[in-house]
């Protein structure tokens, strides 16, 4: 079992930056892929960034790709998304997952959720 909790999100002008955290608590956080997922008003959740187990690999959904970035400290059991030059489009729900294994950009296999974390930029 895997309990995440997501912080960091919060109200900002267009242009500004945010940095999310995500801390995991339960065992073996390094054996698990982690991402970052969004949810806008009246739309699906999609993909936003994802990094593999020892963070050597990372990917991104092309409208964030040069603003955003996805790292991860094993050793503090957290994964961080920074968010920079942000858009009134990236208004949503933002959500941290965990996948046993291997990474992926498709939530199907994220067994772990957070409750999410509100981010609004004003334009």
């Known amino acids: 079992q895997v309990q995440l909790v997501e912080s960091g999100g919060g109200l900002v002008q267009a242009g500004g930056s945010l940095r999310l955290s995500c801390a995991a608590s339960?065992?073996?956080?390094?054996?698990?892929?982690m991402g970052w997922f969004r949810q806008a008003p009246g739309k699906e959740r999609e993909f936003v960034a994802a990094?593999?187990?020892?963070?050597?690999?990372?990917y991104y959904t092309d409208s964030v790709k040069g603003r955003f970035t996805i790292s991860r400290d094993n050793a503090k059991n957290t994964v961080y998304l920074q968010m920079n030059s942000l858009k009134p489009e990236d208004t949503a729900v933002y959500y941290c997952?965990?996948?046993?294994?291997?990474?992926?950009?498709?939530?199907?296999?994220?067994?772990?959720w957070g409750q999410g974390t509100q981010v609004t930029v004003s334009s």
């Open positions: 997952a965990a996948r046993p294994g291997d990474v992926s950009t498709n939530e199907v296999g994220y067994a772990y």
């Open positions: 339960g065992r073996a956080f390094s054996m698990y892929a």
């Open positions: 990094i593999n187990r020892n963070g050597g690999r990372m």
